[in-house]
């Protein structure tokens, strides 16, 4: 199982690079595997680009990425949502570099092309000198295919792939379990924690559903709870799992009561939600509806991994942007409730700020054991990367493959399906 894999003679071939207990360690330092990864993988599948409450209004834009491709996601004068590669079809400048607001169109800033919030060409100046069989109509920004579920906008290159609820599939249920963070109210993006790691990809996208590291590099978080949350916080023990979704998907149950946040609302309130719940019961909320609202403040209690590069986790979404094989852009985005308390809301942003802020307990222990993997894969290359934990206790789950908390089994997932888009 451990034997050192020959790197010299490897031919970045997916079947010696990907193993169902192991991956070849050029899987985290080979650019030009990398480069291959950004065509087969991140232009040919559904890619997460922004939630609708990012662009809420006819005219809101913002700035994404589809791999390392740049593009804005808008919504027309219609309601629709457009997504675009941000660049001007004639000299290739991009239109905006605004990262979110609301317009009526977009104009390049080198010859002056205008273009509308559909990506249509609109005018340009002396549009004479291009001859009479210039049609405006051929030549507006490039635009990808868009779907989305649950206010999660997704975007892909190629027109020709499974609807997005099939490429999600059993997943969908696990964002629906999600949502249900709005407290009964539409879920809203809140705040942001944004950072770059010098890491390959593909070390975060392990990441989401490794339980194993969490009461290692998170101790000081631990330590950081009251008593009553450090234990629900102790899970390993518990009955927790992770299981194979599909399609790369998979997700990680954590904290089994707190799966579906709105069952047996009857429970007791955690004591560090004691005072939020006094101050929703002194604004006149009704009990059933204080219930409902702590409950979700609190966050779920799972984290779903969406092939290739977002995450359900617990109480905000993850967002990885690959931008070179030794660098990763990271977006923590807290969620909170449109229309919904203000103090819950508010209860929310410091929740997140502890763990996944810049100066709070998560992200920081994280980001130094990501760098520290990529720094280790510079030493040993014929060593292989183990994701083999649990992979002899498995055993069927509603939709594929479960293991233990703390198994490898979602790596294992996201690696399968790795191999299967750069086979194809």
């Not at 390049?108 to 009479?132: F, I, K, T, V």
């Not at 790691?197 to 989401?208: F, G, I, R, Y």
């Not at 590291?213 to 916080?233: C, G, M, R, Y």
């Not at 954590?254 to 929703?280: G, H, N, S």
Request: aromatic share 8%.
């Amino acid at each position: 199982m451990n034997q050192l894999i020959d790197v010299k003679n490897i031919a970045l071939d997916p079947d010696q690079l990907v193993h169902n207990d192991k991956i070849a360690t050029p899987m985290y330092t080979s650019s030009e595997l990398f480069e291959q990864e950004q065509e087969k993988i991140f232009r040919n599948t559904w890619v997460w680009v922004a939630h609708t409450s990012e662009i809420p209004d006819k005219g809101s834009f913002k700035l994404s990425k589809v791999g390392r491709e740049p593009v804005i996601v808008v919504r027309d004068r219609k309601d629709n949502i457009h997504v675009m590669v941000n660049r001007c079809r004639h000299r290739a400048a991009t239109v905006c570099e605004v990262h979110k607001g609301k317009t009526s169109s977009f104009q390049c800033p080198y010859h002056g092309w205008g273009y509308g919030l559909d990506g249509s060409l609109r005018a340009l100046p002396n549009p004479e000198q291009y001859g009479d069989n210039f049609d405006k109509s051929q030549h507006g920004m490039l635009k990808l295919r868009v779907e989305s579920y649950q206010g999660m906008i997704f975007a892909t290159f190629n027109e020709s792939i499974e609807p997005l609820e099939d490429f999600l599939g059993a997943a969908k249920k696990w964002i629906d379990l999600f949502m249900k963070q709005g407290g009964g109210y539409p879920v809203k993006t809140l705040g942001e924690h944004q950072f770059s790691v010098p890491m390959n990809w593909k070390v975060q996208l392990e990441n989401t559903t490794d339980a194993y590291h969490f009461p290692i590099v998170h101790k000081s978080f631990l330590q950081s709870l009251d008593e009553e949350a450090e234990k629900t916080f102790t899970f390993l023990d518990g009955e927790g799992f992770v299981e194979d979704l599909g399609n790369g998907h998979s997700v990680m149950v954590m904290i089994p009561e707190l799966v579906d946040l709105e069952e047996d609302l009857d429970r007791k309130i955690p004591e560090r939600f004691a005072e939020l719940a006094q101050a929703l019961r002194d604004e006149g909320y009704p009990e059933d509806q204080v219930r409902r609202i702590v409950r979700a403040v609190g966050g779920s209690g799972f984290n779903l991994n969406l092939f290739p590069n977002v995450a359900c986790s617990m109480a905000f979404f993850r967002v990885l942007t690959p931008v070179a094989v030794d660098k990763t852009d990271i977006r923590h985005i807290a969620i909170g409730m449109e229309g919904g308390p203000d103090i819950a809301n508010r209860v929310r942003l410091r929740l997140h700020e502890h763990f996944q802020g810049p100066m709070g307990f998560g992200s920081p222990d994280d980001a130094e054991v990501w760098e520290r993997i990529q720094r280790g894969v510079d030493g040993g290359a014929e060593l292989p990367i183990l994701v083999n934990r649990g992979i002899e206790k498995e055993v069927p789950g509603e939709a594929g493959p479960r293991g233990h908390v703390s198994d490898e089994t979602g790596m294992r997932a996201a690696y399968a399906m790795w191999k299967r888009m750069m086979q194809e």
